[in-house]
């Protein structure tokens, strides 16, 4: 097995055996970059020098006999909507090209701070408004596991960064599933936190509510080592809770006995018999093991996609209004006044689908409608809420297939938005109620990954990573050779 096809914890394990450098394991994962991005269009920026010279300060610490902390020398990739200083960061977007922000999002002084070479910035879907990575304003990034296939969205560079084996970990964000439906068409590990619980300063902002910041890794354990980094109060981000550090990897290992899983009605009616089978398979091979499922309803949950789509496209609405051509970022020229230079600006730098959301927002926010639209979404927010909290009265996690379908086709679905927004109709309801969920992979569909949804308990990630280890170690994933 070559370098870049160990898992994070490994990897950390050789460099601190001084079997392997920093700088050897950063450029093993460079020439992979190199190597096979013409073909997948993951990143969107090679960050070389910068992870090159961050190994070195790695490899140097070693050779003065200093210890390593948790992951430190080990390489990673940041989704271009997470600032990074004096490196682009475009949202994949025209509007923001060539944009270098002044300073890095806490999480990337985080990830500095804690010796992680930074590889580059992943492509997305433009402001992660997509499912598919088809929106971005660059390139289409393509799915390893075969390449006339989508690798999800809005986080798919990401996902592919870490499923191409580009990068043993990656960052991305989650607004309605843009790291958890990506993981599960890549089969990777894709993480969604708690709301509050990772800074999210620095983090473009598409819907302010339902935005976090989560990761993409091999296996679990590397997912559990990569969270007790990002973890952690910031007073720069005012939705940033202040919680007592803790260690996301202290039940890992531990089986949880007498585990009572929690199966949603709701979520397994969208399924087609093909993959209902290999899900009811899938549950009866857990069941075997002593874990016990419980059919549950949430009833709200059948209006989660209407509630997102007029709540995020409200947000998204009032935070890309900054984008006026005046201040940074693309603006048009050739106009004759301030009016025309912000209508252009805004017409020409922002795609189709941005432009879609922003229309959408808009009307939900307007006189007239507001109530009728954007107040009682925000009600059924709170049903969708109660459901969840009285389901975990009942059981001590909600599983779910992450998707309804493996990956589709390139181009498949970019002209029905609605057929679009559907393949994220199972991860939608998490972000609304602002708890923790993950996608690990649970079998092949015509040779395309499958993901295995696993929803916890608000900031009660380390019993849900617990569980999730449990469940890898059962179901026993491959992974691509």
């Known amino acids: 097995?070559?370098?870049?096809?160990?898992?994070?914890?490994?990897?950390?394990?050789?460099?601190?055996q001084k079997q392997v450098s920093s700088r050897e394991v950063t450029e093993a994962f460079l020439a992979q970059i190199h190597l096979v991005e013409p073909t997948l269009n993951a990143f969107l920026t090679i960050t070389d020098e910068l992870a090159l010279s961050m190994a070195d300060v790695v490899d140097e610490k070693i050779s003065k006999g200093h210890?390593?902390?948790?992951?430190?020398?080990?390489?990673?990739?940041?989704?271009?909507?997470i600032c990074t200083e004096n490196i682009p960061t475009t949202c994949a977007s025209n509007i923001l090209k060539g944009f270098l922000p002044p300073y890095n999002a806490t999480i990337i002084e985080t990830l500095k701070h804690a010796g992680l070479p930074i590889l580059g910035k992943t492509n997305m879907d433009e402001f992660a408004m997509g499912s598919s990575t088809e929106t971005s304003a660059y390139q289409k990034t393509h799915n390893p596991w075969n390449i006339d296939c989508v690798p999800g969205g809005s986080s798919g560079g990401s996902a592919v960064a870490v499923a191409g084996f580009e990068a043993p970990l990656s960052i991305g964000s989650d607004t309605g599933g843009s790291i958890r439906q990506p993981a599960s068409f890549c089969g990777n590990v894709g993480l969604k936190p708690t709301?509050?619980?990772v800074s999210r300063y620095g983090l473009i902002a598409f819907a302010s509510s339902l935005d976090q910041i989560g990761s993409f890794s091999n296996n679990v354990t590397d997912t559990a080592h990569l969270l007790n980094l990002?973890?952690?109060?910031?007073?720069?981000?005012?939705?940033?809770?202040?919680?007592?550090?803790e260690d996301f990897t202290r039940f890992i290992g531990s089986p949880k006995k007498g585990l009572r899983v929690g199966l949603p009605n709701e979520f397994f009616k969208h399924l087609s018999p093909e993959i209902k089978a290999l899900y009811t398979t899938l549950i009866n091979k857990l069941s075997q093991d002593g874990i016990e499922?419980?059919?549950?309803?949430?009833?709200?949950?059948?209006?989660?996609?209407?509630?997102?789509?007029?709540?995020?496209?409200?947000?998204?609405?009032?935070?890309?209004?900054?984008?006026?051509?005046?201040r940074f970022g693309f603006r048009a020229a050739g106009t004759s006044s301030t009016s025309e230079m912000i209508e252009q600006?805004?017409?020409?730098?922002?795609?189709a689908e941005v432009k879609r959301r922003i229309l959408i927002g808009t009307y939900v926010l307007s006189s007239g409608y507001y109530d009728a639209y954007y107040k009682?979404?925000?009600?059924?927010?709170?049903?969708?809420?109660?459901?969840?909290?009285?389901?975990f009265e009942q059981v001590d996690i909600i599983a779910s297939p992450t998707t309804p379908t493996p990956a589709f086709k390139l181009g498949e679905k970019t002209s029905d938005p609605l057929e679009m927004y559907l393949s994220d109709i199972m991860t939608i309801p998490l972000n609304l109620a602002g708890l923790p969920g993950l996608s690990i992979p649970c079998g092949l569909h015509n040779n395309l990954p499958m993901g295995w949804q696993l929803m916890g308990k608000a900031f009660d990630?380390?019993?849900?990573?617990?569980v999730a280890h449990q469940m890898e170690s059962l179901i026993g994933f491959g992974g691509r050779s």
């Open 1 to 16: 097995m070559t370098l870049i096809h160990k898992p994070a914890t490994e990897l950390q394990e050789l460099i601190k």
């Open 67 to 81: 210890a390593l902390g948790p992951l430190e020398g080990v390489p990673i990739a940041i989704k271009d909507n």
């Open 195 to 197: 709301y509050g619980r």
């Open 230 to 245: 990002l973890a952690g109060h910031d007073p720069k981000d005012s939705t940033s809770l202040a919680l007592e550090k």
């Open 293 to 326: 499922f419980v059919w549950l309803d949430l009833p709200s949950i059948e209006y989660a996609l209407a509630t997102y789509y007029i709540i995020a496209p409200a947000e998204a609405s009032s935070n890309l209004a900054r984008y006026d051509g005046v």
């Open 345 to 351: 600006s805004r017409s020409q730098g922002f795609g």
């Open 376 to 391: 009682k979404a925000q009600k059924v927010r709170t049903l969708i809420k109660k459901d969840f909290d009285l389901a």
């Open 461 to 466: 990630e380390a019993r849900l990573l617990q």
